[in-house]
């Protein structure tokens, strides 16, 4: 028990450390050379309103008493952000970050969910450098700018449900469709799922991303894209920038690693160095202990004609190996 409390300790006091060290580089990219007067006068006017707004409704709150002073102040922060995002140009600053937080943050809620529903602690990264999985990034910038634009124009909350769920449909089904095409891999199915609809779709799952959507537009995404703001600073946007260039290199290397593997499975060798290269850095091993969850080629579960999934006689899946697990 004594060991337990200490390394909660410890662990609260390493993440504790690390909010500050993200804090001050903030604050650090916040004060270099000023972009153009254009860029910098739209961000410091959309601040500036919002902050006028918040003053108004802190000073009116301050005539209220008890509980009614506290949903006061909570209300005058929501006027705010508000009257911010009534004035915020979204773009790609925004885009970039919203990625790089998305694929972290979904990736950890999965190794959790999977950790506490069934028990597994296999690595799902989606990348092959760093802790992402651009699944859910992309989905957190398809919900963003959806979201973004429905406020704009007044949506009703099964507005916004509705669209969440066919953008989250869509999703998925170009990107297990896309992993099964182009590399002969299957990351996830719903083909045990008696609501299926696709392979990579089921209506549970549309409801799920419904009511994620709904959340996120009327919850996550104000306060997320007011505290990332806009761009006033040369630092923020080199910053920024670096961080695009490496996911996009990330993807890329992903790419071209899973479209060696499915060259090899083919009994094709390498055309040139950089392909020798992939070959030896990232082999079969490699491939296998980096995304555990993934199925390549005999790894997969075999379907029949009806589109649904065959068991053995101990109800197993049967891969197309031929064998069963």
């Keep these: ?52 707004v918040l003053e108004r409704e802190l000073a009116r709150a301050e005539r209220k008493r008890g509980l009614g002073r506290l949903f ?12 911010y995002l009534d004035h915020l140009s979204l773009g790609w600053y925004q885009a970039v970050i919203i990625f790089f937080l998305g694929s972290m943050a979904g990736l950890l809620i999965e190794e959790v969910w999977m950790l506490v529903s069934a028990g597994l602690t296999e690595s799902r990264v989606g990348l092959v450098w760093g802790p992402f999985s651009p699944l859910y990034g992309l989905g ?4 963003t700018w959806m ?30 469709w896309s992993m099964s095409t182009f590399f002969d891999a299957e990351s996830w199915t719903y083909l045990h799922l008696p609501d299926h609809i696709t392979q990579w779709v089921a209506w549970r799952f549309l409801a799920a991303w419904g009511v994620l959507g709904l959340v996120w537009c009327r919850v996550v995404m104000p306060r997320l894209l007011y505290q990332i703001g806009m761009p006033t600073t040369r630092r923020q946007a080199v910053f920024v920038t670096l961080v695009a260039v490496y996911l996009v290199a990330d ?3 992903t790419l071209a690693c899973f479209d060696r593997k499915a060259e090899r499975d ?16 990232y082999n ?42």
């Design 1 to 52: 028990m004594f060991l337990s409390l200490i390394f909660v300790a410890f662990l609260f006091a390493v993440i504790q450390g690390f909010v500050r060290v993200v804090v001050f580089f903030w604050e650090w990219l916040s004060r270099g050379d000023r972009l153009g007067e254009e860029r910098v006068e739209r961000a410091e006017i959309a601040l500036d309103q919002s902050e006028d």
């Design 72 to 83: 006061a102040r909570w209300h005058a922060s929501g006027e705010a952000i508000d009257e």
């Design 140 to 143: 957190a910038v398809l919900l």
């Design 147 to 176: 979201s973004f634009h429905l406020r704009a124009h007044g949506a009703a909350g099964w507005q916004v449900f509705l669209v969440s769920a066919v953008v989250g449909g869509v999703l998925e089904q170009l990107a297990g």
């Design 251 to 253: 993807v890329a290397m």
């Design 266 to 281: 083919a009994g094709e060798p390498p055309s040139n160095a950089f392909e020798q290269w992939v070959d030896t850095n």
């Design 284 to 325: 079969d091993e490699f491939i296998s202990s980096r995304f555990e969850n993934l199925k390549i080629g005999g790894e997969r579960d075999l379907v029949d004609a009806d589109g649904n999934i065959v068991l053995d006689e101990s109800g197993r899946a049967v891969t197309r190996g031929g064998e069963g697990k």
